[in-house]
Every structure is written in C-alpha cells, then in structure tokens.
C-alpha cells in the first residue's frame, strides 16, 4: 500500500487505523487545512471506523516532524495542519476561524532586515489576519 512507506518513513507502525488516517489526509486531488478536531470529524464521517484522538494527534505530529504536514499556528491554542506544504502564504478569517491559502504571487517582495549570525532565511510564510 502506498502508505506504507511514509508511516514507516515517521517512524510509525502502519496499522489499520493509522492507514485510515493516511487515506483521508492524501487521497484528496485537493489540499486542505485542518485542526486535529476537525480532522477527527473528518475521519468519522469518511470512515465508518473510531479512531482515538491520541492516536490522530500522534500520527499528524509524526507526518509534521517529517515534512509530510505543515503547521501553521494561529495563536497560542490554535494550530492548524496542511496538507499542501510547499511555501505559500495564508489568509485567516477570525470570524469563520478559517484558513484560505494565499500564493506567493499574490504577496508582494518581503525584505527581512535584521540577520541572526550563523543562520539564515529558510522560507517567509505571511499570515494575514481578517475580520469583518
């Protein structure tokens, strides 16, 4: 199964339920933002199979660490996962509490002035805040 791999790949068992998870995270043509709650309704509703929330926030942390997740915090107890994870920017509707990707076209040059010895830029991700 092609999910296989990457459950190994983060250093997870491939159980039946974890490759459930794997099913309803990858096999959307569409990405999609999530918060764990919402991605156990998600599950529920798509497969008729109860799955821990424990077990969901593990696996996601897991895909996260390794890069098959992005995590966009919003606010100090607001996290939000994609499953598109190149670099793109987003839009976050405060009253829908909602994510909206934003293109890199769409976002004009950033020039970061200040440098941090011994690091650098790896990538600049925009979150624009919305509210009516």
Same mark, same amino acid.
Not at 11 to 16: D, E, H, Q
Not at 43 to 47: D, L, P
Not at 117 to 126: A, D, L
């Given at each position: 199964? $092609?999910y296989?791999e990457k459950?190994?790949?983060s250093?997870?068992?491939? +159980?039946?339920q974890?490759?459930?998870?794997?099913?309803?995270?990858?096999n959307?043509? $569409?990405?999609?933002? !999530?918060? *764990?709650?919402?991605?156990?309704?998600k599950?529920?509703?798509? *497969?008729n199979?109860?799955?821990?929330?424990?077990?969901?926030?593990?696996?996601?942390?897991?895909?996260? $660490?390794?890069?098959?997740?992005?995590?966009?915090p919003?606010?100090?107890?607001?996290?939000? !996962?994609? +499953?598109?994870?190149?670099?793109?920017?987003h839009f976050?509707?405060?009253?829908?509490?909602?994510l909206?990707?934003?293109?890199?076209a769409?976002?004009g040059?950033?020039?970061?002035?200040? $440098?941090i010895?011994?690091?650098?830029?790896?990538?600049?991700?925009?979150l624009v805040k919305?509210?009516?």
């Open positions: 199964m $092609k296989i459950l190994r790949n250093g997870l068992r491939p +159980t039946k974890r490759l459930q998870i794997c099913e309803v995270l990858f959307s043509e $569409k990405t999609f933002h !999530f918060t *764990i709650n919402e991605l156990d309704q599950i529920k509703k798509q *497969i199979d109860k799955i821990s929330l424990a077990t969901i926030y593990n696996t996601v942390h897991a895909f996260e $660490k390794k890069g098959y997740l992005k995590q966009i919003i606010n100090s107890n607001q996290t939000y !996962f994609d +499953t598109n994870i190149s670099d793109h920017h976050y509707d405060l009253k829908e509490e909602k909206i990707d934003l293109e890199n769409d976002v040059p950033i020039n970061i002035l200040k $440098k010895n011994g690091k650098r830029i790896k990538s600049v991700e925009v919305l509210e009516d």
